[in-house]
């Protein structure tokens, strides 16, 4: 299984970004992703969560109404567009992938079981 993400690189505060995750040795519609964030000595935190057909949704509170997840399956792709960004934005992006169930996404970063490499975003003021 491999889990490419990309879309990541250095912008100016309020401007928008829209990351990728393509998915490649799974069955991409039956797998929830989430796109979890990691600063330098802080733990990895999850960003947003999209059960396998899309239905379901999670966002952290700090972007909501910011940032807009979505999947199209038939590329077996997952997005993070990200809008009105701010410096406390700027982390190394990650996208993982779990096979679920119906409408269930985990929360949690050791609940999935694979990873892609990781998407820099600088936000600059």
């Known amino acids: 299984v491999q889990l490419q993400a990309s879309g990541g690189g250095l912008v100016q505060a309020g401007d928008s970004l829209k990351l990728s995750c393509e998915a490649s040795?799974?069955?991409?519609?039956?797998?929830?992703v989430g796109w979890f964030r990691q600063v330098p000595g802080k733990d990895r935190e999850l960003v947003a969560a999209i059960s396998r057909s899309g239905s379901s949704t999670k966002y952290a509170d700090s972007v909501k109404g910011r940032f807009t997840i979505s999947r199209d399956n038939a590329k077996k792709t997952v997005y993070l567009q990200m809008n009105s960004l701010k410096r406390e934005d700027t982390a190394v992006y990650y996208c993982a992938a779990k096979s679920t169930i119906l409408t269930y996404f985990p929360t949690q970063s050791n609940e999935y079981d694979y990873w892609g490499q990781g998407t820099l975003v600088t936000v600059s003021s």
């Open positions: 040795g799974i069955t991409f519609s039956r797998a929830a």
